[in-house]
């Protein structure tokens, strides 16, 4: 009986020792080739995973009998799975978003309706740094469950006025002409029988975007009431 325990012991401990060592040259393999929480996850779960592999044969030196621990372990995974379904359904996201990587640590993103600096992919939920400086958890299964939207990379997003301007001669070029110094394009989408609607377009930080909009806003109804000199007649 004792030399049975002492079987069990020795397998434990040396795959114990094996996860142990092979920890660091593992870590200094994946770090460079993976996003930092899928690497933390995967170090964390190394230990585990490996008593897991040397249990059977550690219960089948101590005699017990696999099939029935199976048999037990089998009907209690089946009920945790039912009482946590929601929290697995999450980590099912989670794996999805650290496998596909549709957005990265550090990224400017829109999703489920919050904008901000993604700072942590976990397997239950993403973090964001919003322009207000709030801390926002947006759980996984909502961050697959509606669109999103990844910015630039340089966060900057972009502001769209659409006007309709009256259907005369010079009116889109005097449009051009006043917001090309701020660095914006005009699009014509529309021709109507008397206006046509155009959208004017660039690219701004947020924390400028009420100013800046503000600013073309007042640009273009000048534009509209003084054309610009060299638009044609």
Same mark, same amino acid.
């Given at each position: 009986?004792?030399?049975?325990?002492?079987?069990?012991?020795?397998?434990?401990?040396?795959?114990?020792?094996?996860?142990?060592?092979?920890?660091?040259?593992?870590?200094?393999?994946?770090?460079? *080739?993976?996003?930092?929480?899928?690497?933390?996850?995967?170090?964390?779960? @190394?230990?585990?995973?490996?008593? $897991?592999?040397?249990?059977?044969?550690?219960?089948?030196?101590?005699?017990?009998?696999?099939?029935?621990?199976?048999?037990?372990?089998?009907?209690?995974?089946?009920? $945790?799975?039912?009482?946590? =379904?929601?929290?697995?359904?999450?980590?099912?996201?989670?794996?999805?978003?650290?496998?596909? =990587?549709?957005?990265?640590?550090?990224? =400017?993103?829109? /999703?489920?309706?919050?904008?901000?600096?993604?700072? =942590?992919?976990?397997?239950?939920?993403?973090?964001?740094?919003?322009?207000?400086? +709030?801390?926002?958890?947006?759980?996984?299964?909502?961050?697959?469950?509606?669109?999103?939207?990844?910015?630039?990379?340089?966060?900057?997003?972009? @502001?769209?006025?659409? /006007?309709?301007?009256? +259907?005369?001669?010079?009116?889109?070029?005097?449009?051009?002409?006043?917001?090309?110094?701020?660095?914006?394009?005009?699009?014509?989408?529309?021709?109507?029988?008397?206006?046509? +609607?155009?959208?004017? *377009?660039?690219?701004?930080?947020?924390?400028?975007?009420?100013? +800046?909009?503000?600013? @073309?806003?007042?640009? /273009?109804?000048?534009?509209?009431?003084?054309?610009?000199?060299?638009?044609?007649?």
């Amino acid at each position: 009986m004792v030399w049975e325990w002492v079987r069990a012991a020795t397998i434990l401990g040396v795959t114990f020792a094996v996860a142990t060592w092979v920890r660091r040259p593992f870590r200094q393999f994946i770090t460079p *080739r993976l996003e930092p929480t899928t690497a933390a996850f995967l170090l964390g779960a @190394l230990r585990p995973v490996a008593l $897991i592999v040397a249990l059977p044969p550690a219960l089948e030196a101590l005699g017990v009998s696999i099939s029935s621990v199976l048999a037990v372990l089998s009907t209690a995974g089946l009920a $945790i799975a039912l009482a946590l =379904r929601d929290a697995l359904s999450n980590v099912a996201s989670g794996a999805i978003l650290l496998t596909m =990587r549709p957005f990265r640590v550090g990224d =400017r993103v829109t /999703v489920a309706g919050h904008t901000g600096i993604v700072q =942590r992919l976990g397997f239950l939920m993403v973090e964001l740094d919003t322009d207000d400086g +709030r801390r926002v958890s947006v759980m996984n299964d909502k961050v697959l469950a509606v669109p999103m939207e990844r910015h630039a990379a340089d966060g900057k997003v972009r @502001l769209e006025l659409v /006007v309709r301007v009256p +259907r005369t001669p010079g009116c889109v070029t005097s449009v051009e002409a006043a917001v090309q110094p701020l660095g914006c394009d005009v699009v014509v989408q529309e021709v109507e029988a008397e206006r046509i +609607r155009v959208a004017v *377009r660039a690219m701004v930080h947020p924390s400028e975007f009420a100013e +800046r909009q503000r600013q @073309l806003w007042a640009t /273009v109804e000048r534009a509209l009431v003084a054309p610009a000199p060299n638009a044609p007649a």
